[in-house]
């Protein structure tokens, strides 16, 4: 199972709670998830993180802490959020089991992969959802559907760790019929994070540019756009391709005099 879960990290968003960070670690460990990343945490305070993490204290010690989400995910080709609540954008929505297969069969390929948790009290901001593939939700009893970080953490490792150990036994770890098609079935490797980040922002200035986005709009374009190749998968090569057309968007205007 470790061979398969080593490229898996759990990516905590502003973790408030030291007990909460260790409770998350214990789960992680538990199920053969050792690479966790901290992104701005409150705290972080190594011995308080181990009174809910006991005999941790490597892995703890090992943690990478990050002050933006997007440097935290730069290596990672896949990522899904955790969230409880239903949201108004159009992100693909899975359960656990169904994210689980999807992590494991890239995770496999020897491809970094994340698992993203949000704060105790707000949970994933729509900023930290739109650098996912696919958002997470747990079917709970909907009249009490929030659970703690360690019980998500906990729920998502396991099931993390019966694919990898589907996969070791020879069975076969698909992805049910409603995920992407074309989950990378190319001879390139797929994008990772961040040149995702870096094409994302290339096209938001040529957006701008050409006066496409404007103020408020801004935001809802940009997540739309951000939606759309996500969901896609774009491989190296589909990333340089798009990243130099928006590229040559400013550069055009530049080369006929009108200054962005």
């Known amino acids: ?37 901290l992104v701005n945490p409150a705290h ?28 935290a995910l730069d290596d990672c ?10 949201r108004s954008a159009h992100w ?45 939700t747990i079917p ?9 970080l360690g019980q998500a953490v906990l729920l998502m490792a396991w099931e993390v760790s019966r694919a990898a150990r589907k996969m070791q ?17 190319s001879e390139f490797e797929p994008a990772p994070m961040a040149g995702l980040t870096r094409m994302f922002g290339q096209a938001e200035a040529a957006l701008e540019a050409i006066e496409f986005v404007k103020g408020s709009s801004n935001d809802h374009i940009m997540r739309s756009l951000r939606s759309v190749f996500l969901r896609a998968r774009l491989d190296t090569r589909e990333l340089a391709i798009w990243h130099g057309i928006f590229k040559e968007i400013v550069a055009y205007m530049r080369r006929k005099g009108i200054e962005p």
């Open 92 to 136: 693909r929505v899975v359960e656990p089991e169904q994210a689980a297969a999807e992590l494991i069969a890239e995770a496999a390929k020897g491809r970094r992969v994340a698992m993203l948790f949000g704060r105790e009290d707000s949970g994933l901001p729509n900023s930290a959802l739109d650098r996912c593939q696919a958002v997470v």
């Open 1 to 37: 199972m470790t061979s398969l879960t080593e490229n898996v990290s759990v990516v905590l968003v502003e973790p408030q709670d030291d007990i909460n960070i260790g409770n998350a670690v214990r789960a992680s460990k538990n199920f053969g998830i050792e690479d966790l990343r």
């Open 44 to 71: 972080a305070d190594r011995d308080r993180i181990a009174i809910s993490a006991p005999r941790a204290h490597e892995t703890i010690d090992r943690m990478g802490r990050f002050e933006t989400l997007d440097e």
């Open 77 to 86: 080709v896949m990522t899904v959020g955790l969230t409880a609540r239903a």
């Open 140 to 148: 709970t009893n909907p009249d009490y559907s929030s659970i703690n």
């Open 169 to 185: 036994a020879g069975e076969v770890v698909a992805a049910p019929v409603s995920a992407p098609q074309n989950a990378w079935h």
